[in-house]
């Protein structure tokens, strides 16, 4: 199992946790999202590595931006 975690600007509800976590899901070997607009933590599990670009990608999509930390 591979983790990645990021921080995600701009979120500020659960209908902006659920945008972000739909669009992740489209994500090939996506096995697990985690996110928090309280916190602006965004946390993918998969099970091979995946590109940060494509997550990266996702978010912005979804109408937020992320930076992986």
Do not use: W
Not at 1 to 13: D, H, I, P
Not at 37 to 60: E, H, K, W
């Amino acid at each position: 199992m591979t983790t990645n975690e990021f921080q995600v600007t701009g979120m500020s509800c659960g209908h902006c946790e659920a945008s972000v976590r739909t669009e992740v899901a489209k994500i090939a070997g996506v096995e697990h999202i985690d996110v928090s607009a309280q916190t602006g933590r965004l946390v993918v599990s998969s099970s091979a590595p995946l590109l940060d670009a494509d997550i990266v990608a996702a978010v912005d999509e979804a109408g937020y931006e992320a930076v992986r930390i």
